[in-house]
């Protein structure tokens, strides 16, 4: 059965939520009043509930399925996490009330905290952040203000071209000008080509490490030196934090602020699309223009939000306090596993991108020799002369019951498939895995192509026109009445 | 550990087959001396038990003072209202907690037909012809519209109003001022707003503004529009309590160019202010300027009606350093909550929610008004206003607190504000919801008699 | 892909669950110890969860679709009752706790007790029974209790051939010789043959109310009349109460007990199978032999457990309260819809169902003319001579994205399909189950015998041989080493 | 109405096309006079608000004391122990929760595996051949049991020893006495067991113990068993704390020809004693004389594995009078839940958390046993005991509760033990599961101290 738009099923006179009859008062809205009916549909609650399960199963998740999508880490999302976020004193707490009722929140914010500096080896944390690239942008941020604070007006980034898009676009939102440097063959930063790039003129170099090709820059110190050398930070994007946490503290490898985005390593729920929560940690060097909120312990155990000492020299990120309901989702989990369970999870989830990259090598081709950290890399060598595309090859995994890999990602690499298999699988699952993709290796080299052509077969959908959806675009329901007299 | 399924037989099989003696030669990248075991983290703890954690969580939980445990007035951009108990459960489904982002469109048109509600549902409350599948929150919203309105006039200065809540004006301020744009903001002031046209010159971008204001006044926008339109400008209309647009007329309706929100109050909890959910909505023409997620519809090869993420030549992840924002992560998740919770609500719940939620507030304002000793700031508001106590708000919001109720927010110390702190210190701004019940204004009237007359 | 038993799947070494660690201490087990293992698999959480979400998703569901199941009363399960039943107050408390600790539960069932009497105009009632089956029972040792104490031992009761099938089995349990009594050609109850069988020896008259032809039984008062004319009980089976709750008053019918299945009538989950809860209520004339325990409000607002008045005439049937469970949500549902909703929700029922008489009469065979209750039931005529059988055209459903209806009862019916759409359906949703099911009708009678003979073809498993499950029962999983072994 | 999506307009259609003026008269065959409206209704309530009714209900749920709001030692058939949080969420998936019982298997082989599942590990536990897929509660298994036995040997009484708890005793009586069947309740005693197998005589069908005992007694059962066999009758073993099978020798291991239980100790919550899981064991051979619903392996049309109900001629749907039993509804959900909670925990999970209850119970034991005034009954136990206060227990009970810790059990007010109360009246029944903490047993440690002292 097609599951029709909310839009296209209501009907007036029903309702969906029972109220309290409203008072009789005087309006005090000034005669702003809305004119026009909003438009929205009424339905009951029965054909909510059926229409949102029906859609649900449309969906692939983590739940039903390995979720092998690269630099995305799709890990498992323990329900104590969120049944812990739902407690009232967490879930139905205003970040507005006065500070002497809020000092659970705080106290778990300032633990959180604990645990981010701790497994970084980093002095002063902001929890403000509400994603990743919003972490990025406050750690750019207070680099600025490091450098305008000793007058230092420096204009440029360097950023490496296997990095996340996000790095580029976080610098121009903070007013940098980016300069992109290649990669070496072995998928690593080409550190010649990042030194005669360092000047004077350089604010910063951002670094992913592990990158994303998956593998650990192992000339980390030696760029730091470099960077550091010509008075410059080094940034560094934890995306990939999951592969090196409990193991490698970043502050040692010579990074003097990193964002942290909690549901790749701390695994809180992707929920489709977000919310996130971007952490950033900063060193000794930075940490004098690290922003706030930050949380204080006093001496009796309480806590105190403090501005930050000497002036706002980054001023507000966002509004009230950060993504608190991902703070608690992230503390359970850490106090779960604890420095030991951090410790294994980081090593199962490389043993894991290593035994994949190891068996796969059997039909694939690897972009980079390993040894891999959390995640390992393709290119579509295999695939030459097979008329088979990484995007058919992936949507054929569809009809396999997997989700694809992640497809053209990084793009250094041709026709990438980048693949993560976290450490919460089982060997049983990463067999299956494997032998999934071998044998549709094997099927794309025997000269099957049509069939990879028409994949996925057993989707909810089949291949979706998105040419036409980018040149027509539709992006809204539209009543049919005034749908028909647009298009007249 | 119970989240790692691998066994010790299990390793020892894969470190065979990948040719490895043990997991930390996997390591061999990492520079001498940098690879540690878990005893290298002495600060934090072990792994617990889930019945341990639960335990310290509880503790924390305990510690704070929950909304629902008395009388609470706490507005300010984020309202306690009820949710339907269907929607936390809708969205707890494995199926829309766990997705990723809709990448994979054949196996994602749940996410991706939800969004596409999400987006209908924004235009419409906002009287907009597009929006987006949301961004973080309100207030970097509100500093996106303010970085599309200087792409799209190519002018550099952007006015806030004083009638926009604290927070955000911090935030516009920061992020623009990052991102090397001229930031003007109007004295915060729960009434006069009269000069905000004034302040419009040549090389102004965009005046924001926000209805209702962050001091509970709901204003007529069309004629700001009309001036602000007349100096090549645009106006972006911030609201923060999205009830009220089942109520008052519309931004789109009085003429915004943007309309930016925060969409907490449907479906969403206040969870200690985050996460919630960012709206963000315009007009056709400036689609392509616009930041953040984007579902269209299309088809698919057998010719059903289908849903993707589009125009993603606009993002970070295709366009790198010439994207319109850095946003990737949006909030999914939350969005999906709003779009269920309004969709329960429908036409008829919507209009029935603001209309007691006005209702409630106007009675509570009526009996509050009546306390000796304050004053009624407001000539208009919708479901929040502000009282005016004759000496500092803040003191008092404490000791309330003190006796169990939460009386709501004595602006003069928030961030933004910095200013104008003086001018406001008598004031306390009062949120009624649905939740509140008369008993509730009952006792913050009391005790506001009492600690006045002290 | 295939989902293996969760012994399929274990491996020794991984743990689900992580426990404080064992103080050191002396067994007090006595040497009866555990000498061999139990045998259960080991998983990790993540394989845990992800195994039952795989296996929800093979299953159908009131959330998923329509499901005219008639009889069974597939509603709409409202989540905020799911809510209700989760506040600590009730899931987390003891039936064993001092009764000044449990005044809020007791108060909780003495209020649902205070609906299921005035909603059914009878004076007493026991909420001790598990489910509706047991509610039967506990009517029919009420009633036998009644006439032991007056001196009376009777055996016989009488039960027409359309009731469930629990009646009889019911009416054994209680030390009962049935009577079975046919029906009329309008499908409701014998009245002759009923008076016929009718004599001092009769302790009681089981009916069904709307019947399961979900119609109602116009002479119930003819035959309350007679049931007390020869000093019997009339037992009111409240299996279909749900198609006149809110409007009809089975005291007023003249029965004397009647159970009440809280899923059907208020919307508390099935679950799959259960739990039940099968509360009962008396008038007048048995409330002297209700079984307990009663909740009593005292004159000070406390709430006491109450044993019998003047002893056990019948003891207790379930060890503590009965589904407490049950009970809060089934209070949650009737304080939603009130007495207004329920008057309501029964009248869309009825109407719901004779619309489906209606609009399916254009290609399906009513078996009794209406008008029907809250389900309407037809017969095979329609497929006379099609080769398509009730069961086939059943699983033809499945392929059009609906729950079959209940096929084969009652068993008075050849072929029955018996049909209950519910209050909870839009006309949208019976719309098109109207179509389905005219247009599978067609087809049937166009000859298209083979593909109703192949249906289901787009379930998760086709048709399942019951037969050989039944010869063969296999009802467990055995090691496959033991499994070779008994082969042998 | 919230609930109900039929609307006035489809109404006044679907009346249209039935031929109806009105729903009213689609009831025609009421006979005249006993229609009524809502109006006829008055001792209840019209329809509230979804938060109006979780206003009520709430406030009923904090009128009684929940077992987590402080120490908790009450046992007795129902355990507190951690669900983990993963079992409750999946139970609440609406494919679980809101599906019938499996009667088409081609869509509801979720329920089916499941249920397939949950006999084999109830089998396992039991150390039984086959087991059903649930019934109602343990009490009630008991009673189905003692009318199998008399099915299988078809002799016409049952033993009850006096480790069976109360309830059960009273349940048992009262079934099988309406059923005809003669019931011999041995004393309720917390030691002393041995007159069991003396009461055994030629018309004895089966003899109903509990292992552990009621009152906490852990025995070896083999001789019992033996015994019992050899006068013809068997022997029918109740188990009302799951958790101890995981350390607890089984009782098929130790001769038992039928296992009752009651599940509620795995994925379940007390949930003031209801809902919960019966669990229902025997022997391959009395297979056909079993009560309640039989999930089986099967193959579809395509040979793949699959489930089904089977077996169904033994019950009352098909066989009507002739039935086994007259169950219909099982537990199915609870049944769910204890088989997912059974998967997390697993051999090596149930092992430990049996030990750690066991361990946690002997050290309540001892430290309790130091009380002055009271002695420890039990020379063995599992997770709980029995302790003599040497002087009527009940008050204490009610006395500690009213200083917040809820102790234990006063047996002797329970029904079933009324032939035995005066023996029983000094006993306190205490259970102790991996939620106690050291704290809680010392603050009932000093205050059994001090109520003793006084």
Same sequence: chains 1, 3.
């Avoid at chain 1, 600025?144 to 230092?152: E, I, K, M």
Wanted: charged share 20%.
């Amino acid at each position: 059965l097609e599951e029709p738009l909310i839009f296209e099923q209501g009907t007036p006179g029903r309702i969906g939520v029972d109220l309290a009859p409203v008072p009789e008062t005087k309006s005090r809205l000034g005669g702003v009043v809305r004119k026009a009916p909003v438009g929205l549909p009424d339905l009951a609650e029965p054909q909510v509930v059926r229409h949102f399960v029906r859609l649900s199963q449309k969906n692939y998740s983590i739940d039903s399925g390995l979720f092998p999508l690269g630099s995305c880490t799709m890990k498992y999302n323990p329900r104590l996490n969120e049944k812990v976020a739902r407690m009232p004193g967490f879930a139905d707490l205003h970040p507005l009330q006065p500070v002497s009722t809020i000092q659970g929140a705080l106290g778990m914010m300032h633990e959180l905290g604990t645990w981010l500096t701790e497994l970084t080896g980093m002095t002063e944390v902001t929890l403000a952040p509400a994603a990743g690239a919003h972490g990025e942008l406050a750690g750019l941020m207070a680099i600025r203000a490091a450098h305008v604070a000793r007058g230092d007006a420096r204009r440029r980034v360097i950023v490496p071209d296997s990095a996340h898009g996000t790095n580029p676009a976080s610098a121009v939102l903070c007013g940098y000008t980016v300069q992109s440097i290649p990669g070496t063959d072995d998928g690593r930063v080409d550190v010649a080509a990042l030194k005669a790039a360092l000047g004077p003129d350089v604010a910063a170099v951002m670094l992913t490490n592990p990158n994303t090709c998956g593998l650990f820059e192992r000339d980390v110190k030696v760029i730091a030196d470099a960077v550091h050398e010509v008075g410059a930070y080094f940034y560094g994007d934890g995306a990939n934090f999951n592969a090196i946490v409990g193991r490698v503290k970043p502050a040692e490898l010579g990074f003097d602020c990193m964002h942290i985005n909690l549901h790749k390593t701390f695994s809180t729920p992707h929920g489709g699309g977000g919310p996130g929560s971007g952490p950033v940690v900063f060193a000794e060097s930075l940490a004098h223009v690290a922003p706030g909120p930050r949380i204080r312990r006093q001496d009796d155990g309480s806590y105190t939000v403090e501005a930050v000492p000497g002036g706002p020299a980054v001023g507000r990120l966002k509004a009230f306090f950060g993504q608190a309901g991902m703070f608690t989702r992230a503390l359970a989990y850490m106090k779960s596993l604890g420095r030991d369970g951090l410790h294994a999870a980081s090593g199962d989830a490389v043993l894991a991108a290593n035994y994949l990259m190891a068996r796969l090598s059997e039909e694939m081709t690897p972009a980079f020799p390993g040894p891999a950290m959390h995640e390992c890399l393709f290119d579509d060598g295999f695939l030459e002369g097979t008329g088979v595309s990484t995007l058919d090859f992936a949507k054929a995994m569809i009809d396999e019951g997997f989700h694809p890999m992640t497809m053209y990602f990084p793009l250094v690499v041709h026709g990438a498939m980048l693949i993560e298999p976290t450490e919460t699988e089982s060997k049983q699952a990463l067999d299956q895995l494997v032998d999934a993709l071998l044998s549709l290796a094997r099927r794309a080299k025997a000269g099957e192509a049509e069939a990879f052509h028409a994949a996925p077969r057993y989707a909810p959908r089949r291949r979706l026109d998105e040419t036409l959806a980018a040149r027509k675009p539709v992006l809204r329901w539209t009543p049919p009445a005034e749908a028909r007299a647009a298009a007249e | 550990m119970r989240y790692l399924p691998l066994t010790g037989e299990d390793r020892a099989e894969m470190l065979r087959v990948i040719g490895a003696p043990s997991i930390d030669a996997l390591y061999s990248d990492v520079p001498a001396g940098l690879l540690h075991g878990p005893e290298a983290f002495q600060a934090v703890a072990p792994g617990k038990s889930e019945l341990q954690v639960e335990r310290e969580m509880a503790a924390y939980a305990r510690a704070s003072r929950a909304a629902g445990d008395g009388p609470f007035f706490v507005g300010g951009g984020l309202y306690r209202h009820h949710v339907p108990a269907a929607v936390d459960h809708l969205i707890q489904r494995s199926e829309f907690l766990t997705a990723y982002t809709p990448y994979q469109p054949e196996i994602a048109q749940g996410t991706l037909q939800t969004l596409f509600e999400f987006q209908t549902q924004v235009a419409l409350l906002t009287g907009m012809d597009v929006a987006n599948a949301s961004l973080y929150d309100g207030s970097t919203a509100a500093a996106e519209a303010g970085m599309m309105a200087v792409r799209i006039t190519r002018r550099n200065k952007v006015v806030v109003a004083g009638s926009v809540h604290p927070h955000y004006r911090a935030v516009v301020q920061n992020q623009l001022g990052f991102a090397g744009i001229e930031v003007d903001l109007a004295p915060a002031d729960p009434m006069a707003e009269d000069d905000v046209a004034a302040r419009v010159d040549a090389g102004t971008a965009a005046v924001i503004v926000q209805n209702p204001g962050f001091f509970g006044q709901v204003r007529d926008l069309t004629a700001l529009a009309q001036a602000v339109h007349a100096k090549g400008a645009l106006l972006i209309v911030a609201v923060t309590e999205a009830v009220s647009l089942g109520a008052v007329e519309s931004p789109g309706a009085m003429g915004a160019d943007i309309v930016v929100g925060e969409g907490q109050s449907f479906g969403n909890a206040l969870t200690f202010g985050g996460p919630t959910v960012g709206l963000f909505a315009t007009r056709s023409k400036f689609l392509r300027q616009m930041p953040g997620r984007l579902c269209g519809e299309t088809v698919d090869a057998d010719g059903r009606r289908g849903f993707v993420l589009t125009l993603s030549t606009r993002e970070q992840h295709i366009r790198r350093d010439k994207a319109t924002s850095n946003i990737c992560t949006s909030a999914g998740l939350c969005a999906s909550a709003f779009t269920i919770h309004l969709a329960m609500l429908g036409e008829r719940g919507l209009t029935h929610l603001a209309a007691l939620n006005h209702a409630l507030a106007g009675r509570a304002a009526d009996r509050l008004a009546a306390v000796p000793g304050l004053s009624l700031v407001n000539d208009t508001f919708f479901n929040e206003f502000t009282l005016d106590l004759g000496r500092p708000a803040a003191p008092v919001v404490e000791r309330l607190a003190a006796r169990g109720i939460l009386a709501g927010i004595a602006p003069a110390v928030l961030d933004g504000v910095e200013a104008d702190a003086a001018a406001l210190q008598n004031l306390l701004v009062v949120a009624v919801t649905e939740l509140v019940t008369d008993e509730d204004v009952e006792a913050l009237a009391s005790a506001l008699t009492e600690e006045l007359s002290a």
